[in-house]
């Protein structure tokens, strides 16, 4: 029997970080400084202010309404993107705290980092780099519930947007043929007659001619959704198709819920608004609970190609991970003569090496598929929602 070749490095995203998995020692987590840097300036900036937060604002009732005084507010910080670089060993992310996004480009996995581009309106997921040009795609995602596909050119300051319309377009990847083309997942928005976003459609696969503006469907079924499409260098399409749910059956039973919930729901929503009211203008809640357990459950929810996927209705993570996504999830890849095959079932992301290699995730751990078929288990880690070779 032939020897394992070593596993090539290996980067995800769980949790709103960045973990790199190179050779047998575990994963490390990708520090951002840029990031630990806008955390810094706005604690600061909590402490410049806290007299509003600790009753000490000349009030006589501020600390007996109160209690004690209020801890500075956790900042918000997380990687929502990832890819590998234009250059052996670099790293591409997009982060996000509170209303700001950035562009940051890193030569090596914990190098030195180089902001690219930041804003505080665009929202930025699903990155790609060219790698003969060095140039961006990203998913642009817009208030109204639609989404485009953005460039950014290598060592241009702006991002312009390539697609529009009433539409969901995410996930582009560029087509490594040497030209500018690039392949992305695109699924129609629909609206009530008030305009108010209700679902989205099938999501199909195109392809994107730059110099040429024109637009190609490579996959479209009304009963399957083809995501996260990925050509390789000898001609292969690889995705992932799902079966297209539109809505849920109604069940009578969960009207009936609905109904007797109704009233406890809306006194919650009520004490929520008085809730949120006076953290506005007192910087402390009505109630005294620690909220580390609410914001823990919203890092075990995930938007997942347009679905909420909720880990804490899984099991424990044991063994080779249970999927975080049904079997019917299937990475599939189709020759350039037209013949289609499924690779794996349960898959969530994947990515696909020059030399064929596939890594994928089924949520809550990583795996390789060798060109050769052999199936190798990485690691276990919850809450995998995108995977990537760091390039070599």
């Known amino acids: 029997m032939s020897e394992k070749s070593p596993p090539p490095a290996i980067a995800y995203l769980a949790q709103g970080k960045v973990r790199i998995k190179a050779g047998p020692a575990g994963p490390r987590t990708l520090d951002s400084a840029y990031g630990n840097s806008i955390r ?60 700001l996004c950035a562009l940051l480009e890193s030569a090596s996995p914990g190098g030195d980092e180089r902001r690219l581009w930041n804003d505080n309106r665009t929202r930025i997921r699903h990155l790609s780099v060219s790698r003969p040009s060095g140039d961006l795609a990203f998913a642009v995602m817009h208030e109204n519930g639609t989404a ?88 292969r399409l690889f995705y992932i198709r799902r079966p ?3 809505h849920e059956r109604l069940s009578p039973l969960r009207v009936l819920k609905d109904v007797l919930l109704f009233i406890p729901r809306l006194l919650f929503a009520v004490f929520q608004f008085l809730n949120l009211f006076s953290t506005l203008l007192t910087g402390k809640r009505l109630t005294s609970a620690d909220s580390s357990n609410a914001r823990q459950m919203n890092m075990r929810q995930m938007m997942i190609w347009g679905n909420l996927v909720q880990a804490q209705r899984q099991p424990k993570v044991a063994n080779e991970g249970i999927d975080l996504v049904p079997k019917s999830w299937e990475l ?61």
Request: hydrophobic share 35%.
């Open 148 to 235: 485009n596909i953005g460039m950014k050119i290598k060592d241009e300051s702006g991002v312009r947007e390539l697609t529009e319309g009433d539409s969901f377009d995410t996930a582009p990847r560029w087509v490594p043929d040497g030209g500018q083309k690039i392949v992305f997942q695109t699924a129609g928005v629909g609206r009530n007659r008030e305009g108010q976003y209700l679902a989205l459609g099938p999501f199909s696969i195109q392809q994107l001619d730059l110099p040429s503006g024109d637009m190609t469907t490579l996959l479209e079924d009304r009963r399957y959704d083809y995501l996260a499409p990925q050509c390789h260098n000898d001609g």
């Open 244 to 246: 297209y749910t539109l």
């Open 332 to 392: 599939h890849e189709r020759a350039s003569a037209g013949e289609t095959k499924v690779l794996a079932s349960g898959v969530l992301a994947y990515d696909v090496s020059p030399d064929g290699t596939i890594v994928y995730t089924n949520g809550n751990a990583l795996f390789l598929l060798r060109p050769d078929g052999r199936r190798e288990h990485v690691l276990n880690e919850s809450m995998i929602e995108q995977v990537f070779f760091v390039p070599a």
């Open 40 to 99: 810094e300036k706005e604690v600061r900036a909590q402490q410049k202010h806290s007299w509003k937060q600790t009753g000490n604002d000349g009030s006589p009732f501020g600390r007996a309404l109160w209690g004690k005084a209020a801890v500075p507010q956790d900042v918000p910080l997380s990687i929502t993107s990832a890819c590998g670089g234009n250059e052996a060993g670099g790293l591409v992310y997009s982060l996000e705290s509170g209303s």
